[in-house]
């Protein structure tokens, strides 16, 4: 058996992209950040960067994470606390030519959070901003005007996810404050599902799920009206029965 010849095989970068999704003004939105630098120097690009010689995919996504949005990763599996986001692994992308500068390859990660303020740019953007997802994935990645590298590609893989996932998980919590109430989540549902929900069947559907949510012992008129009641994500990670998407 031949010894293993580092040089023989051909050098490539790791970078963590980060589809950064929040709920603002009733729609689904994602951070992205005006490029400073060439390669593709002014165009949106989703937040990230290169991974470190001393780090691994975890923390850089959760550094990355931090420098744009000032946000700290907590586990996936446990619900978030203070300004904590859901971060997970969404995917990888290794196009050879899915960037310009050099062999890439991009571990992307999907982050969930609630209405997040205004982001700041950092590193190599210039300007940074929320947009719908359904803006950002009309323009694409092929017109001058649509995402930067292939982040168009990433974003949709992301969006999917986060629609699939919160069928049959409790994911969509991961977009409302600690304690919400079932119109709040409702919102939630509807932006990014980009569709329409009967109220008062929605309401019989999460409070009859077990483990689904649990009363904080308050309510609210923050949305005006009546006193709401106020709730917290139980315990459940999965729900039985899901909620399935309305067919559109």
């Not at 729609?27 to 990230?48: H, I, S």
């Not at 998980?169 to 977009?175: H, K």
């Not at 009363?215 to 009206?225: D, L």
Request: overall charge neutral.
């Amino acid at each position: 058996m031949s010894p293993y010849d580092p040089s023989a095989y051909p050098p490539f970068a790791v970078t963590v992209d980060l589809v950064v999704l929040t709920v603002r003004r009733h729609a689904l939105c994602a951070l992205v950040v005006r490029r400073g630098e060439p390669p593709f120097q002014g165009r949106w690009a989703l937040p990230g960067g290169f991974v470190r010689g001393d780090e691994d995919l975890a923390a850089a996504a959760a550094r990355e994470l931090s420098e744009e949005t000032g946000l700290c990763a907590h586990d996936a599996g446990e619900p978030g606390v203070g300004n904590g986001a859901h971060l997970e692994q969404l995917a990888t992308y290794g196009d050879p030519k899915r960037d310009p500068r050099m062999r890439v390859v991009s571990v992307a990660h999907l982050v969930l959070a609630p209405d997040l303020p205004a982001p700041r740019a950092g590193g190599d953007a210039n300007s940074a901003r929320w947009a719908p997802v359904d803006e950002l994935l009309a323009g694409g990645g092929e017109a001058p005007s649509g995402l930067a590298f292939d982040h168009a590609r990433i974003l949709a893989d992301g969006v999917e996810r986060a629609r699939s996932k919160i069928e049959y998980s409790s994911l969509a919590t991961a977009f409302c404050p600690p304690e919400f109430t079932v119109g709040e989540l409702r919102r939630v549902y509807e932006a990014v599902w980009g569709v329409a929900l009967d109220p008062r069947n929605f309401h019989r559907k999460v409070t009859g799920t077990p483990g689904f949510l649990v009363p904080a012992g308050g309510t609210t008129t923050r949305q005006g009206g009546r006193p709401a009641q106020l709730f917290r994500a139980g315990g459940a990670t999965l729900l039985n029965p899901p909620m399935l998407r309305p067919e559109v």
